[in-house]
């Protein structure tokens, strides 16, 4: 089975700009849909963004326009680039595989152990 | 953007009992409601997709219903490594995936 590992987190001031990176093994990212997902300390999950192409990728509502998420196929990485960032971008972020195709739904099958942001 | 609401937000339970979790999706999502546990300070894990089919290696004890508006997760015979919180979460809408806001099933 696959395996993510996710680096990149820190402390930034607001305002500030960080790249979170998501190296995959066991599988190609190539070949996969991807996403991050992140939980602020304490809170629930919330979706972040999901990578289907170059050309088709998607945003929450409360990181659009200052988040970008990109992938580096040679180096079998998922990326999240992070700018303007609030005190409220404050969490963990998590890389998952998926959504992947599963019965008649889409799930994220496998998860990175996650890596911690704090805007402050 | 399609809303997920979960409830109870928290419940109690003891080992042996039967536990109900309820998701809700603002709009009809058909089957595309997936169920995650998350242990403290560990990642979610996928237990059940498409509303009703057990992920390999989940316990037979999880299972899940509905469809449409309405699901739910049950658990037959609480066990001790089952405390944690579950989260729905629908993959209807591939440009806006969205999470339920959490169930904590605690020890009584």
């Known amino acids: 089975e696959g395996q993510l590992v996710e680096s990149g987190g820190g402390l930034v001031q607001p305002g500030g700009s960080l790249r979170l990176s998501c190296a995959a093994s066991?599988?190609?990212?190539?070949?996969?849909?991807m996403s991050w997902v992140r939980q602020a300390p304490g809170k629930g999950l919330e979706w972040v963004s999901v990578?289907?192409?170059?050309?088709?990728?998607y945003y929450g509502e409360s990181v659009k326009g200052r988040f970008t998420i990109s992938r580096d196929n040679s180096k079998n990485t998922l990326y999240l680039q992070m700018n303007s960032l609030r005190v409220e971008d404050t969490a963990m972020y998590y890389c998952?595989?998926?959504?992947?195709?599963?019965?008649?739904?889409?799930?994220?099958?496998?998860w990175g152990q996650g890596t911690m942001v704090t805007v402050s | 953007d399609i809303q997920m609401t979960q409830s109870p937000a928290s419940l109690s339970a003891s080992v042996g009992e039967r536990v109900t979790i309820t998701c809700r999706a603002s709009?009809?999502?058909?089957?595309?409601l997936n169920w995650y546990q998350q242990k403290p300070g560990k990642s979610p894990k996928l237990l059940i997709y498409?509303?009703?089919s057990l992920q390999s290696g989940v316990p037979s004890r999880f299972s899940g219903s509905g469809s449409g508006t309405d699901f739910t997760l049950t658990i037959s015979s609480l066990q001790p490594e089952d405390f944690a919180t579950y989260y729905c979460?629908?993959?209807?809408?591939?440009?806006?995936?969205?999470f339920g806001g959490g169930t904590k099933v605690e020890i009584k």
């Open positions: 998952a595989r998926g959504p992947v195709l599963m019965g008649a739904s889409d799930a994220f099958d496998i």
């Open positions: 066991g599988f190609t990212v190539r070949n996969n849909y």
């Open positions: 990578f289907y192409s170059d050309h088709n990728t």
């Open positions: 709009q009809s999502i058909r089957s595309y």
């Open positions: 498409s509303a009703s």
């Open positions: 979460q629908q993959s209807y809408s591939a440009h806006a995936l969205s």
